[in-house]
Structures are given as structure tokens and as C-alpha cells.
């Protein structure tokens, strides 16, 4: 049979993903002994690329008895197509070295899309440099992968440079160059380029609301989604829903989350495994675990992101049993754990008191998935051993650890030894915080007590006049809620509300039923050098009270309030959350800067550490 049918066969084998007539075609011409015609065997190495038969193809590569061009360039764009970009870059010197290629467009193309994916700039300028020099210079195609590159890597600006150049750019060029800008956050450069798109079709708007979203600019991002719907553009792929939802979890936008998720179910894409992921991660931040869960249980199809996203979901939310209980099934169902994975679990160990399965699943994670730790988890196995007391070991894991631990590592083992009463470590670690001149006012506080329950008064003074020597500057603190289509923030101290005079009768109320129960405020929380009953009315105006005091009085009785709030929960107001869920027998659920509370029945899901 002539070559040509040959060829003709591997094409149809490619185009529907054939790999048992792949295989049979191969071991067919081993037998003929037509393999050495370079065209047959780079046609064979292109169609296991498509097929994703990574190994089979680097044995046909490694097994060829002459390489071209081609032959590298469709090896390298399949090593990219498997996402193993670095085995990209470490394969091409071989290039050279073994059969005296230089590259060629094609090569240069697979090499900037292997940079671009590693964010990998360094070498990116490398092969940007050796492209220049080389015949192939004024290559749009590869100037377009060079746009995409520089975007991927925050260099938007030398993205523009090479995108000025091309003189005819294709959409993938423009998208790259709009996504780049809008990642940045630099909205008016992005918006200016999208204008001049020629055809703004769906892919030119998924560029320009995944970069805002990116950036954290999700409100703008969800106008113009709301404009490109408006505008009857097809969503014909389900990538801008998936950035849609994103915005919606990272805004907590719950209501706005579940619109999508219609918007998902009416266009068809429930079964898109991506998509799910991104509503699973939704549910769970916006704090409805319930349907979270549904989500997940739909699937017909679950990745580790999918495991992880829900495993992840419970441990913040507190389920610590939940959490363990769905790792131990994901590894049942053959699906292996990331890193991301392993942040989750020994978080949720940390909850529960879990020291030994947590120490477990550190050890597991560098001995059975050869994980290296990174801060993150060392994080939360000395949160987990501060907690439960284990105070010596977590010093001696700070002493093993190759990172050096961050503020927030050093307040919760100095908080850790408040709890248990032990002076002298906490001295220890109260010296390792503030010799890192915090930033975080709070810190300033938890330093000052300590110092002042050892009798060091002059330590204790000197955190506090730091707290203006350093000029730290605390954030306005501000918390919103939404509830239906309604959504309201609230600035601590507000006083203009309209509702001002019902939202501070009802605190009244409240107020007078806490101290009924106990309460007594803890001015401690407060920073200015007032007197005592001026700094009750600082804590008395904080934004999560009059958020959940709004909430009580427009919100349907026996619903959950959520509130979202930029700054971490003061002790104060921790304590006051709970004995209002109690009083008016509501489950009040608030994520702030660092972990998400349940308070429900005069309990909170943080177990009174965070």
C-alpha cells in the first residue's frame, strides 16, 4: 500500500481519538517496516499526541532513526498539550545537542507556551531573545504566543510591545493583550483595547471579565457579563461562567452565585466537570454547605479539584469529622491528593483536636504523594499543635522548618500560650513577633497583654506607642450582607443609616439581655487612649453588630444572616455573636479576613480559637 494511505488512516485515527486502530497502525508498519519514513512517523507521533499517549509518543520520538523539525515541534506541543510544560524546556537543548536543529516557528511556539505556563519569564526572555535573532523574527504567530506569555506573567506592558508589532493580529493576540491589562487591574487600558477588538465575540469578553475578576474588580466584571448577555452573545464556551461563579464565591454574592448556577443549568453545562468544580468552591465560600454537597453529589465525573474544593469547604466551615471522612473516600476512588488537599485536612484536624491524625497526614503527604511542604502547611500543623497544647513541639518545628514563620504564624502560637497559661514560651514567641514590626494592629494588642500578664510593663507600653511610632493604620472596618436581591455594608461608627434609630434600638435590646446572661464588654479590642465608656461605644457601633441588627429586622424570621466583613472578628464581638444566636435563636454565619464562623445556639464553629 502506498504511504499516502498510510497517512490517509493515521488522519482518521486522530480525528476520532482512535487508539486501539492507533496502536494496531503502528505495530503494522513496524511489521512492514515503514517506520523509517520520517512523514509516516511524525504523522504517528502527532496522532498519539492527540490521543493523549504521552508514553507511546516519547517512544516512537526516543526509537526514530532521523528527527526534523516537525518532529520536535509536535513532540514539544504534545509534552505542552499534557501540561507538563518543564519537560518542554528540559527536553529542547537536546535539540542540538543531538540532532544539530536549531528551532524553527513551530519550536519557538511550543517553547513560549511552555514559559508562558510556568510563568517562567526569565527563560520566556531567553527564547524571546534567541527569536529575535533567528530567520523566523517577524513571526506573528509566535509574536502572539509572546503576547500571551508576557500577559500570563503580570508584564503587560512588554505584552503591548510585541502585540504593536504584529502586523496582522488574530483574536488569540487581542484576548492575550486585553486579559494581560485586565489582571493587572488596569481597567481603562483593558476596556480601551477591547473597544478596538475587531470582533467582539465571546472569547474577546471571557478575556476581559476573567482578568477583572483576577484583579478583584468582580462587580465590574459582573456588569459587563450582564452587558454581553444583554448584547445576545452566544455563550458557546462555559469558561466565562466558570470565571463568573469565581467572582461570585469571592465576593460572597450567595444569591448572584445561584442565578449563575440557573444561568449554568439553562445553557446545559451542569455536566461540565469545571464548571461543577467552580460551583462547589461557590457554595462553599458564600457558606451554604448544603448545596455544596448537592453539587457535588450530581457529579458523574469528580477531579481532585473537585475533592478538594468540598474537602476544603467543610474544614473552613468547621466539619472537621466531614472532611476526613470525604479524604478517605477520595482516596478509595483512586483520586490522589494535592497540596491544596493537605492545607484543608490538617486545618480541619486543627479544629477538632486531632494531633495525632494530623501529624499522620503531614507524614503522608511528604512519604506517600511527595509533596514538599510549603509554609502554608507547616501554618496549620503548628496551629494544630498550638491549639492542643503541644507548645514544646511546635517550637521544635519552627527550629526543623526551611521557611521562616509570618506574623499570623507567631499570633496564633502566642495565642495558643495565652490559652494554656504558659508564660515563659510565650515571652519566647511574643519576642519572635515583634521583632518582625507587625502590621496588623491587633497583633500590637495581643503583644501589649502579654507583656503586661508577665509583669513586663515597659515591653507592654512599648507595643502600644509603636502602634503610632510605626504609623500602622488599621483599615476601616466595614461588613456587608445580603439577603434575597437586597445587599447593605455597614461602616463601623456608621450613624447615617435610615434604619439607624431601629437597627440602635434593637442593639439596646440585646445589649440589655447579654448583660442579663453575663456579658461584660472587653475594651481590651480597643485601640484609642479613651475612657472606659467611650471605648463600650466603639465596640458597641463595630459594623458586624449592626449588619446582624439589620439583618434581625428585614430578613424573613428562622433565616440564616451571612455577613461578609474585611477585618478578622475582634474577641468582643465573637462573644456577643454567640450569645445573639442564642437569644433570638438564629443561625448567624460570618466570614471575615480569616476563617469562616458558624454561631449558632451560643456556640461558634471556630471552637473560640481563630
Given at each position: 500500500m502506498p504511504i499516502l494511505h498510510y497517512l490517509h488512516q493515521l488522519q482518521n485515527c486522530a480525528k476520532h481519538r482512535s487508539i486501539v486502530s492507533t496502536k494496531q497502525l503502528h505495530a503494522h508498519f513496524i511489521r512492514l517496516g515503514v517506520t523509517q519514513f520520517l512523514a509516516l512517523s511524525n504523522t504517528l507521533l502527532n496522532v498519539y499526541g492527540k490521543c493523549s499517549l504521552l508514553q507511546d509518543a516519547l517512544q516512537?520520538?526516543?526509537?526514530?532513526?532521523?528527527?526534523d523539525h516537525v518532529s520536535w515541534a509536535t513532540f514539544l506541543t504534545t509534552q505542552n498539550q499534557a501540561n507538563l510544560p518543564d519537560k518542554t524546556l528540559s527536553m529542547f537543548p537536546a535539540m542540538f545537542s543531538l540532532d544539530r536543529l536549531l528551532p524553527d516557528d513551530f519550536v519557538f511556539a511550543s517553547l513560549v507556551k511552555a514559559c508562558g505556563s510556568l510563568g517562567a519569564i526569565k527563560q520566556g526572555k531567553q527564547v524571546h531573545g534567541n527569536f529575535l535573532v533567528s530567520p523566523y523574527f517577524d513571526d506573528d504567530v509566535v509574536k502572539s504566543s509572546l503576547v500571551d506569555m508576557y500577559a500570563k506573567c503580570g508584564l503587560p506592558d512588554d505584552s503591548r510591545l510585541v502585540f504593536d508589532s504584529i502586523k496582522l493580529k488574530n483574536m488569540a493576540s487581542w484576548t492575550a493583550i486585553i486579559y494581560g491589562?485586565?489582571?493587572?487591574?488596569?481597567?481603562?487600558?483593558?476596556?480601551e483595547l477591547f473597544l478596538r477588538v475587531p470582533l467582539k465575540i465571546l472569547f474577546a469578553w471571557t478575556a476581559l471579565i476573567s482578568g477583572l475578576i483576577q484583579s478583584a474588580n468582580g462587580v465590574d466584571a459582573f456588569g459587563l457579563f450582564v452587558k454581553m448577555r444583554r448584547q445576545g452573545i452566544s455563550i458557546i464556551d462555559p469558561l466565562v461562567l466558570s470565571s463568573i461563579v469565581g467572582a461570585s464565591a469571592n465576593l460572597a454574592m450567595l444569591e448572584l452565585g445561584k442565578q449563575v448556577h440557573g444561568l449554568v443549568i439553562q445553557l446545559g453545562y451542569e455536566s461540565c466537570m469545571f464548571i461543577s468544580n467552580a460551583l462547589v468552591d461557590m457554595y462553599a465560600k458564600c457558606s451554604d454547605m448544603s448545596a455544596a454537597r448537592d453539587v457535588f453529589s450530581r457529579m458523574s465525573r469528580r477531579d481532585v479539584v473537585s475533592w478538594t474544593s468540598?474537602?476544603?469547604?467543610?474544614?473552613?466551615?468547621?466539619?472537621?469529622?466531614?472532611?476526613?471522612s470525604l479524604y478517605d473516600n477520595m482516596i478509595l476512588n483512586g483520586v490522589k491528593p494535592n497540596e491544596v488537599t493537605f492545607v484543608g485536612l490538617i486545618?480541619?484536624?486543627?479544629?477538632?483536636?486531632?494531633?495525632?491524625?494530623?501529624?499522620?497526614?503531614?507524614?503522608?503527604?511528604?512519604?506517600?504523594?511527595?509533596?514538599?511542604?510549603?509554609?502554608?502547611?507547616?501554618?496549620?500543623?503548628?496551629?494544630?499543635?498550638g491549639r492542643s497544647g503541644h507548645l514544646e513541639e511546635a517550637e521544635s518545628v519552627i527550629n526543623l522548618m526551611p521557611f521562616k514563620p509570618d506574623e499570623p504564624t507567631w499570633a496564633a502560637l502566642l495565642s495558643a500560650c495565652k490559652q494554656y497559661r504558659n508564660a515563659k514560651m510565650a515571652i519566647k514567641f511574643a519576642d519572635h513577633l515583634f521583632s518582625l514590626k507587625p502590621e496588623e494592629p491587633s497583633t500590637y494588642i495581643l503583644l501589649s497583654n502579654t507583656y503586661a500578664s508577665s509583669g513586663l510593663w515597659e515591653h507592654a507600653s512599648k507595643a502600644r506607642q509603636l502602634l503610632e511610632s510605626l504609623e500602622v493604620r488599621k483599615e476601616p472596618g466595614y461588613s456587608y450582607i445580603y439577603f434575597g436581591k437586597e445587599s447593605q455594608m455597614f461602616y463601623a461608627g456608621e450613624t447615617s443609616h435610615p434604619m439607624k434609630d431601629k437597627i440602635f434600638g434593637l442593639l439596646n435590646e440585646l445589649a440589655v439581655e447579654m448583660r442579663r446572661r453575663g456579658y461584660v464588654p472587653d475594651t481590651s479590642y480597643i485601640l484609642h487612649n479613651t475612657d472606659h465608656q467611650e471605648k463600650e461605644r466603639q465596640l458597641f457601633w463595630h459594623s458586624e453588630r449592626l449588619a446582624i441588627a439589620y439583618g434581625l429586622l428585614k430578613s424573613v424570621p428562622g433565616t440564616v444572616i451571612r455577613i461578609v466583613k474585611n477585618l478578622r472578628v475582634c474577641g468582643d464581638c465573637h462573644t456577643v455573636l454567640k450569645l445573639i444566636s442564642d437569644i433570638v435563636q438564629r443561625e448567624i454565619v460570618v466570614r471575615d479576613a480569616k476563617r469562616y464562623h458558624h454561631f449558632k445556639g451560643g456556640k461558634c464553629s471556630c471552637n473560640d480559637f481563630w
Open positions: 516512537l520520538f526516543d526509537e526514530m532513526p532521523q528527527r491589562y485586565a489582571r493587572k487591574g488596569r481597567k481603562e487600558e483593558a476596556l468540598i474537602i476544603v469547604g467543610a474544614a473552613q466551615h468547621g466539619q472537621a469529622e466531614e472532611a476526613l486545618y480541619a484536624c486543627s479544629h477538632v483536636g486531632l494531633v495525632n491524625r494530623g501529624r499522620e497526614l503531614f507524614k503522608s503527604m511528604v512519604e506517600d504523594y511527595g509533596i514538599h511542604p510549603s509554609l502554608q502547611h507547616y501554618t496549620c500543623l503548628l496551629d494544630l499543635l
